[in-house]
C-alpha cells in the first residue's frame, strides 16, 4: 500500500504561480512511477503531468506544457508540480497518483493504470 497526501494548492491570480506537493509513505517510494491528474467541476479527471520512478523521463498534457514541470525527490519520497503562468482554466482539484512499476524509464498518462491515488488539493485561479 502507497498512501499519497497533496499539499500546496489555494487560490491564486492568472499569471500567478504555484507549487504542489505530494508526499507518499507506505512501500519504497522508489520504483514507483507518479502522476498527476486534476478534475474540474462537471468535467472528467484529466492527465496534467508524469514522471517514471527515476526522475529521468517526463510526460505532460499539452494544455500545460511549458508551464508546468514535474520532479521527484526520492529520498523525501515527494513528487512536485510547479505551476507557472496559471489561467482561470487550470482550475481544478489537483490529485497525485502512483503505480508500481520497477522499468526506471517508464510513465502512465491513463487514469486507470494507478491504483494509488490522494485526496486531491482544489487550486482556484481568478481572472
Known amino acids: 500500500q502507497v498512501q499519497l497526501v497533496e499539499s500546496g494548492g489555494g487560490l491564486v491570480q492568472a499569471g500567478g504561480s504555484l507549487r504542489l506537493s505530494c508526499a507518499a509513505s507506505g512501500r519504497t517510494f522508489s520504483r514507483f512511477p507518479m502522476g498527476w491528474f486534476r478534475q474540474a467541476p462537471g468535467k472528467e479527471r484529466e492527465f496534467v503531468a508524469a514522471?517514471?520512478?527515476?526522475?529521468?523521463?517526463?510526460e505532460y498534457a499539452d494544455s500545460v506544457k511549458d508551464r508546468f514541470t514535474i520532479s521527484r525527490d526520492n529520498a523525501k519520497t515527494t513528487v512536485y508540480l510547479q505551476m507557472n503562468s496559471l489561467k482561470p482554466e487550470d482550475t481544478a482539484v489537483y490529485y497525485c497518483?502512483?503505480?508500481?512499476?520497477?522499468?526506471?524509464?517508464?510513465?502512465?498518462?491513463?487514469?486507470?493504470?494507478?491504483?494509488?491515488w490522494g485526496q486531491g488539493t482544489q487550486v482556484t485561479v481568478s481572472s
Open positions: 497518483a502512483a503505480v508500481f512499476d520497477p522499468s526506471s524509464s517508464v510513465y502512465y498518462t491513463k487514469k486507470d493504470k494507478y491504483p494509488y
Open positions: 514522471i517514471s520512478w527515476s526522475g529521468g523521463t517526463t
